[in-house]
């Protein structure tokens, strides 16, 4: 059985950095793509940055150029690195497992929830303005 536990989330000023991390147990960063997702209340989960068996990664146009994904294979853990925040950031992320939504997401633009496996409980991240 998969587990991931998200931390790192926090409050924070506009323009400050968080560095969340997901713990992996069960299985190797080498079985699986592991993918970040947000949930703001009130809508839906939408796709943040994923990075795939062999390193390569995909992030939203919403993230891109602020937010870096990484895989530390010693710890067994993905870290999102999330720079310049914005209130708009503010969210619950939630990282995922998956066989391909990353491929996907590279090939297509669009990193989807429908092919995710295992999800973490989730981490609160709130931006102030």
């Known amino acids: 059985q998969v587990q991931l536990v998200e931390s790192g989330g926090g409050l924070v000023q506009a323009g400050s950095s968080l560095r969340l991390s997901c713990a992996v147990s069960?299985?190797?960063?080498?079985?699986?793509?592991i993918g970040w997702f947000r949930q703001a209340p009130g809508k839906e989960r939408e796709e943040v940055s994923c990075i795939t068996n062999d390193g390569s990664t995909y992030y939203a146009d919403s993230v891109k150029g602020r937010f870096a994904i990484s895989r530390d294979k010693t710890e067994n853990a993905v870290h999102l690195q999330m720079n310049s925040l914005k209130p708009e950031d503010t969210a619950v992320y939630y990282c995922?497992?998956?066989?391909?939504?990353?491929?996907?997401?590279?090939?297509?633009?669009?990193?989807?929830?429908?092919?995710?496996?295992?999800w973490g409980q989730g981490t609160q991240v709130t931006v102030s303005s």
């Open positions: 995922a497992t998956s066989l391909g939504f990353c491929l996907a997401a590279q090939a297509m633009g669009r990193m989807t929830t429908r092919i995710a496996h295992y």
């Open positions: 069960g299985r190797g960063l080498d079985d699986y793509e």
